[in-house]
């Protein structure tokens, strides 16, 4: 009688397996995981809370420009390389009120408290660097010292 072949014999991984899983336990068990550092913003209502904030909240103002009228793209005539816009007409608005004009824009932001004030220009997609410069000096005239300036980015 003919005996049917062995099979091969490898080396027996049982004790390989047994260590692999001690050490996976062993670092689940030791892994400490890392807390946010820093400090993380949030709207919270003031007056709330264990302590106040004794400091008043800086004001900030957002002012939006925009186009009312886009007017006609023409030759400058102080330079031949440059185009200006003739009748372009802006309008200039902080939260629902709108000007027109940059004195009237003045008037209002005379009443304003200028020291630790934050300006934003928000510069709509259709205004040029002609019409935010105007704003721009306006501010730097008047004082205010925290301007910055977002927009839409346009696609192109």
Request: aromatic content about 8%.
């Amino acid at each position: 009688m003919r005996r049917p072949p062995d099979k091969e014999k490898g080396p027996d991984l049982t004790s390989m397996i047994d260590v692999t899983f001690l050490l996976l336990i062993f670092f689940i068990v030791t892994m400490k995981f890392n807390t946010l550092e820093g400090r993380l913003d949030s709207a919270l209502p003031r007056g709330f809370g264990l302590t106040e904030d004794p400091q008043d909240p800086i004001e900030k103002i957002d002012i939006r420009l925009l186009v009312a009228r886009a007017g006609e793209l023409v030759p400058d005539p102080a330079s031949d390389r440059h185009q200006i816009y003739r009748g372009r007409v802006m309008t200039y608005q902080v939260g629902t009120r709108s000007w027109r004009d940059l004195d009237s824009l003045r008037a209002f932001l005379a009443d304003i408290e200028i020291e630790g004030t934050k300006v934003t220009v928000d510069a709509t997609e259709d205004t040029v660097y002609g019409d935010v410069i105007p704003i721009f000096d306006l501010l730097i005239d008047m004082g205010f010292e925290g301007v910055s300036f977002s927009g839409a980015r346009q696609q192109g």
